[in-house]
Nanobody, 119 residues
Framework: QVRLVESGGGLVQAGGSLRLSCAAS????????MGWYRQVPGKQRELVAT???????KYGDSVKGRFTISRDNSKNTVYLQMNSLKPEDTAVYYC?????????????WGQGTQVTVSS
């Protein structure tokens, strides 16, 4: 149906930057909202940012002013530019999209990419 693959995670010092990418592929008719979520062991999944097809964005309070979400509709790709990273940002980051395939519309999730911020 639809597959999401994240990339760009890794190790970075506090104050540094990373850029995550998520490419969607498969039998895609259209993609509605896309977003990034993160999760650490023992805690619930947390919203990081979402973006609509026409560019409207929403951010979690803890990342406002530091992270920027964007998308390239021609490439079915969503990005997350993360600046001024803090140790508290350490988590597995998951890409999400609501996509329309040939006969259904539902949420899809990527496999996750680890982001570790050292102090």
């Amino acid at each position: 149906q639809v597959r999401l693959v994240e990339s760009g995670g890794g190790l970075v010092q506090a104050g540094g930057s990373l850029r995550l990418s998520c490419a969607a592929s498969g039998s895609i008719r259209s993609i509605n909202a896309m977003g990034w979520y993160r999760q650490v062991p023992g805690k619930q999944r947390e919203l990081v940012a979402t973006i609509t097809p026409d560019g409207r964005t929403k951010y979690g309070d803890s990342v406002k002013g530091r992270f920027t979400i964007s998308r390239d509709n021609s490439k079915n790709t969503v990005y997350l530019q993360m600046n001024s990273l803090k140790p508290e940002d350490t988590a597995v980051y998951y890409c999400n999209c609501n996509a329309v395939s040939l006969y259904n519309s539902r949420d899809y999730w990527g496999q996750g990419t680890q982001v570790t911020v050292s102090s």
